[in-house]
């Protein structure tokens, strides 16, 4: 099969290094490789991300920056110190980069639909937050985002992970190290505020910023993002709402993507509904946020959908990175 991968962000690299052991695979992305850019804080868990490097020959632990044993997580009233169990950051734009190394690709271009379906049989809108080859979705929304690389000279204000949420579940501001002495600092929020958060975080604590970086995240799930696929185009990762709504987290989420339509290549079907399943606690840790942007969450009526949310996470702590508490998510939804 002969197959067009367009955007070779994290699920767009991975499946074309994946796909290409099987089929002839071309990938195409908008930004010239020279100046390429991986917009995110970089942050994953190392646990799951180097089980599904794996499969692709690639040893993550040449990737990461920084390791982190413990996160602050402060809601503006009270904090909480949470243990680590793989969190870290990594460098991301050198691994996707890696990740099309001996590929057919072409990095500055933006082929058509009309001009893709010609030549191949199978288009991959790895497009993330454009969803650029895919129809309209049927309910979206993203989140603005904005962050510095700032370079502290050694002498960063926190040692490791460091998140403050939002007052109103509006969003967080996060300070992600890098390794030798530098970090993301960066925020999203829901109602534009997140360059002025970041600013204010950086004339408390200083730091010289390297690099500015303002991009989206899409947090509507899977289930609001239909249709994934119009034609030969199927929509793979954040493109199709791949990102975990509280944590805005959509790096292991769309390698996971990744794989599944790797498995399911050919049958429609078979991805869209194991999309759809995969995906489902996505859908209730939406609606958890809308209803504490609201002020409408009762934990009283809404607590078995609360207890959902806890759970999902609670059983896969080696995936998200870090040690879940029910302290921590009353934390959060007390901010």
Partial sequence: ????????????????RRLSLEHEVVGFDRQRRENFKA????????????????????DFDEYVLHLGESLILDNGRETSTIPLIGLCTYDKKRLELDMTKGLKVFYGTTPTVKELEKDFDLIID??????SLLPPAAHDEIVPCFQYRVNYNDKPPFEDFYVRIFSGWDGYLWFFPLGDGEA????GHMKGKQVAEVNMFMKRYGGQPVEKLGKSVRIAPP???????????VGVGESIGTVFPLLGEGILPSLECAEIFAQTIGDGEAYRNKVLETFKPFSDMYRLIKLRQSNQLSLVRHMPLVLRCYRY???REE?????IRKSDLMLIINA
């Fill in 319 to 323: 995936r998200f990175g870090l040690v």
């Fill in 184 to 187: 993301y600092v960066g925020a």
């Fill in 223 to 233: 289930e609001f993002m239909i249709p994934f696929s119009d034609g030969k185009v």
């Fill in 39 to 58: 917009i995110c804080a970089w942050g994953t868990s190392r646990n799951q991300i180097k089980k599904i490097l794996q499969k692709v020959e690639i």
């Fill in 313 to 315: 996470m609670k059983e």
């Fill in 1 to 16: 099969m002969r197959i067009a991968v367009v955007g070779l962000g994290v699920a767009g690299s991975y499946l074309l």
């Fill in 126 to 131: 790895a497009t993330g937050i454009s969803r």
